[in-house]
């Protein structure tokens, strides 16, 4: 009878055993079922960096080191119009970007700033229809590229005496916004619009100068979205906010960001997508995209 108990509890035990190591198989296997996908995922995930990039300054250094650091010697330097097909795209803690690509017979590394990417929709002859336009920090516009339909903005809204210009659809709207602004006691003026090609080289070029090339301020020629006619850079009144992040915790940085999007205007770069966008937030600057959206 003791013989029996005691088969019988060992049999239990097994039993429980065998059911446990079964959940915990399963479990295992279906753990690195998830992983095998992510990895799948993150492989045939298309690397931002391999494409065909084109040098668009004189004087691009390239480096044959893994380090990616820019006190190192350069390897050689590439020329304003070459050519380079890129293989991956790197970031190193300083925040400078390179794009790898063979030279030579051997993998170098180029700093991203110096090379720029025009899409063919960005090709297309005659103005880019408003918002279908692709201008980011890895797609650029033409050098050429200049809306036919700018028009100057009225002194009253313009916080400079500069000339500032918008593409006319663009133009109607931010008015019916700042109108609607001011109706609410909320003073704003524009400080920047339509830029081009060159202007913005002087301004990059200039802040990469001053704070190198992990700058996070500043977009290339061609990769800004003011090229476009349809973005503008917007102030309220107090002079030490314009073009500070304060200017968002405003009333008037507050307005933009709550009706913006009534008027088909959009904040390019905010806290929430610094990371995929490679800029730092920044509450003056809209884009006219042409639709309204929802608040």
């Known amino acids: 009878m003791l013989r029996t108990d005691l088969s019988r509890g060992k049999t239990v035990i097994f039993g429980r ?6 959940h915990c198989t399963k479990t295992i296997a279906l753990l690195m079922l998830i992983m095998a996908a992510a990895m799948r995922i993150s492989q045939s995930a298309e690397d931002p960096g391999k494409k065909e990039w084109t040098v668009w300054s004189d004087g691009c250094p390239v480096y044959a080191t893994t380090q990616l650091d820019t006190e190192t010697t350069p390897l050689a330097a590439l020329s304003k119009g070459d050519v380079i097909e890129g293989i991956k795209y790197f970031r190193n803690a300083d925040y400078i970007e390179w794009i790898a ?28 229809p408003i918002g279908g336009e692709i201008v980011d920090r890895w797609n650029s516009l033409p050098d050429t590229y200049e809306p036919g339909d700018l028009v100057s903005l009225p002194a009253s809204y313009c916080y400079t005496q500069n000339e500032f ?9 931010l ?9 609410d006691g909320c003073k704003i003026w524009v400080a920047s619009a339509y830029r081009s090609y060159s202007w913005q080289s002087g301004k ?55 009706h913006c999007g009534r008027y088909g205007f959009r904040l390019t ?6 990371t995929e966008t490679g800029y730092i937030a920044e509450p003056w600057h809209l884009r006219y995209l042409g639709k309204p959206m929802e608040e």
């Open 101 to 128: 690509f063979r030279h030579e017979g051997q993998i170098a590394y180029a700093p991203f700033a110096w090379l720029t990417h025009v899409p063919d929709s960005n090709k297309a002859e005659g103005d880019l």
């Open 17 to 22: 055993f065998f059911l446990q190591m079964t």
């Open 175 to 183: 008015k019916v916004m700042l109108d609607d602004a001011r109706a």
């Open 204 to 258: 990059f070029l200039q802040k990469v100068e001053k704070e190198g090339l992990g700058q996070r301020v500043s977009a290339k020629p061609g990769h800004s979205e003011h090229q476009l006619g349809v973005t503008v850079d917007l102030v309220g009144p107090d002079p030490k906010l314009a073009l500070e992040q304060e200017f968002g915790e405003t009333k008037e940085g507050q307005w933009i960001e709550t």
């Open 165 to 173: 210009r918008l593409r006319r659809e663009a133009w109607e709207a």
């Open 269 to 274: 770069y905010t806290e929430d997508n610094e």
